[in-house]
T-cell receptor
Framework: EAQVTQNPRYLITVTGKKLTVTCSQNMNHEYMSWYRQDPGLGLRQIYYSMNVEVTDKGDVPEGYKVSRKEKRNFPLILESPSPNQTSLYFC?????????????FGSGTQLSVL | QKEVEQNSGPLSVPEGAIASLNCTYSDRGSQSFFWYRQYSGKSPELIMSIYSNGDKEDGRFTAQLNKASQYVSLLIRDSQPSDSATYLCAAEKGAAGNKLTFGGGTRVLVKP
C-alpha cells in the first residue's frame, strides 16, 4: 500500500532533550516536506527536500533540522526542543514539485514538550 | 496579513444545500492552488487543484479562481454530513513552486 509513515504517533518529552521524528515513503517520491499544524494557524512548512541531499527551509525552520540521505526517508530532528514546539507535525511527499502534484500526508505526530 | 486567508467558521450548512468557502492570497506570483479536506484527528487529503482562472468541476465540488482579485473559492453542492470537516486552502509559492502555504482552514458542519 502506497503510504507515508511517521513515527511516533504521540510523543511527550521535556525541554532540551533531543528527539527525532521519522518519516518514510514507499512511493519513490522526489519531494518530501515537514509541516506543523497549530490551532488557527493552519499548516506551516518547516523544511522541504526536492531530492536526496537537497533540503531547503520553509517558513518556520528555526529549531529544526532535517536530512535526506535516502530517497525514502526524511527525519525531523529537534536538537533542543522547547515548549513552543508543542504541535501536530505532518510529513508529506509528492512525486515531483508542488505545482502540479498531489501531496500525500502521513498520519501525524502529536508532540508535547514540557 | 497572512499569505493565505480563510474564514475559520464554523460554516453551518443544511444537508443538501450548497456550501461556499472562500480564500484570498497575497502572493501575486502564486500559480497553483489547492483545496485539502481534513477530518478531525486525520491528515489532510487533496480534493481539488486549480491553475487557471475560471471554474473547475469534479463531482460535487467546484473550485473557482480569480487571479486578478487573488481569490479562490470552493463550492460543495448537495452537501452531506460526511462533508463535515475542515477545508484548507493552499497556494504554491517560491521561484520553483516548491513551497506550499496553507490558510488556517474553514470548518464546515453539515446538519441533517
Amino acid at each position: 500500500e502506497a503510504q507515508v509513515t511517521q513515527n511516533p504517533r504521540y510523543l511527550i518529552t521535556v525541554t532540551g532533550k533531543k528527539l527525532t521524528v521519522t518519516c518514510s515513503q514507499n512511493m519513490n517520491h522526489e519531494y518530501m516536506s515537514w509541516y506543523r499544524q497549530d490551532p488557527g494557524l493552519g499548516l506551516r512548512q518547516i523544511y522541504y527536500s526536492m531530492n536526496v541531499e537537497v533540503t531547503d527551509k520553509g517558513d518556520v525552520p528555526e529549531g529544526y533540522k532535517v536530512s535526506r540521505k535516502e530517497k525514502r526517508n526524511f527525519p525531523l530532528i529537534l536538537e533542543s526542543p522547547s515548549p513552543n514546539q508543542t504541535s501536530l507535525y505532518f510529513c508529506a511527499s509528492s512525486l515531483g514539485g508542488l505545482a502540479n502534484e498531489k501531496l500525500f500526508f502521513g498520519s501525524g505526530t502529536q508532540l508535547s514538550v514540557l | 496579513q497572512k499569505e493565505v486567508e480563510q474564514n475559520s467558521g464554523p460554516l453551518s450548512v443544511p444537508e443538501g444545500a450548497i456550501a461556499s468557502l472562500n480564500c484570498t492570497y497575497s502572493d501575486r506570483g502564486s500559480q497553483s492552488f489547492f483545496w485539502y479536506r481534513q477530518y478531525s484527528g486525520k491528515s489532510p487529503e487533496l480534493i481539488m487543484s486549480i491553475y487557471s482562472n475560471g471554474d473547475k468541476e469534479d463531482g460535487r465540488f467546484t473550485a473557482q479562481l480569480n487571479k486578478a482579485s487573488q481569490y479562490v473559492s470552493l463550492l460543495i453542492r448537495d452537501s452531506q454530513p460526511s462533508d463535515s470537516a475542515t477545508y484548507l486552502c493552499a497556494a504554491e509559492k517560491g521561484a520553483a513552486g516548491n513551497k506550499l502555504t496553507f490558510g488556517g482552514g474553514t470548518r464546515v458542519l453539515v446538519k441533517p
